[in-house]
């Protein structure tokens, strides 16, 4: 069974930074590509950042230039580097191996990212 693990979250004021993580269990993860998630209440989920196996990223329009996706196949785990941070960016921030843009295991936790001075 594939176990998504979310760290790093926290209180931040605008245009500061975090950097988030996501330990995956359960499969082979040096093959798979994956992907930060990001939720606000009554909104879907929104795929910011995906990195594929080889180390290629894409980022959705709003955070490109600001956020950065990496992996340590070593360690299983991918970061998300979040510099100049703003208010719209609260949200709570998920990890998965994307299918398209949605999540093809089950969700973890989440980790929540709150942007406000």
């Known amino acids: 069974q594939v176990q998504l693990v979310e760290s790093g979250g926290g209180l931040v004021q605008p245009g500061g930074s975090l950097r988030l993580s996501c330990t995956v269990s359960g499969t082979i993860f040096r093959i798979y590509a994956m992907a930060w998630f990001r939720q606000t209440p009554g909104r879907q989920r929104e795929l910011v950042a995906r990195?594929?196996?080889?180390?290629?990223?894409a980022y959705a329009d709003s955070v490109k230039g600001r956020f950065t996706i990496s992996r340590d196949n070593a360690k299983s785990t991918v970061y998300l580097q979040m510099n100049s941070l703003k208010p719209e960016d609260t949200a709570v921030y998920y990890c998965n191996n994307p299918i398209g843009n949605v999540g093809r295991y089950s969700w973890g936790q989440g980790t929540q990212v709150t942007v406000s001075s």
């Open positions: 990195i594929t196996a080889a180390g290629i990223t």
